[in-house]
């Protein structure tokens, strides 16, 4: 087993964690849960996510790559964000790759280290500096939140 695909284990583990005390309405850090239907079977599914606000504006950052929200929000017109016992609908805007660059240069280098390294360790970027995670932004999604 890989590094990727052990460590894409443990975040897992974890994720089920942070759902959980989420639908006990307890909120932490910039953590929500993103609520999009399947692509395929409409059925909605759930995910802990980091909202990041960056100059007003808020995103969501791709940590992995395939992650399956990321195809689903790409196909859907609308999600729910959850945080706490707060649940409001919002729409997700890919930013083009272009304006993902300075978003992700920013979000490396104002978040703790783990942040870029999560990049590195699941393949999307070839090294934790602002720099070569904005040189990775062909192969990281960005979303800009947007009210539904």
Same mark, same amino acid.
């Given at each position: ?22 639908? !006990?309405?307890?909120?932490? =850090? ?7 239907? =399947? ?41 729910? !964000? ?21 978003? !992700? ?10 942040? =870029? ?32």
């Amino acid at each position: 087993m890989t590094t990727a695909q052990t460590y894409r284990r443990m975040v897992n583990a974890g994720n089920k964690i942070v759902v959980g005390l989420q639908r !006990l309405g307890v909120a932490f =850090g910039p953590m929500q849960l993103l609520t999009v239907p =399947g692509r395929r079977t409409g059925v909605p599914r759930t995910f802990p996510i980091a909202v990041i606000p960056i100059d007003g504006d808020r995103y969501i950052f791709q940590a992995y790559p395939k992650a399956a929200w990321v195809a689903n929000a790409r196909a859907v017109a609308e999600v729910t !964000l959850t945080r706490g016992r707060r649940t409001s609908p919002a729409r997700l805007v890919e930013v083009p790759v272009e304006e993902r660059r300075p978003l !992700l240069r920013r979000l490396v280098a104002d978040s703790p280290a783990s942040v =870029g390294k999560r990049l590195v360790t699941t393949g999307l970027a070839d090294a934790a500096t602002p720099d070569a995670v904005a040189a990775a932004a062909e192969r990281i999604a960005v979303f800009r939140v947007e009210p539904a």
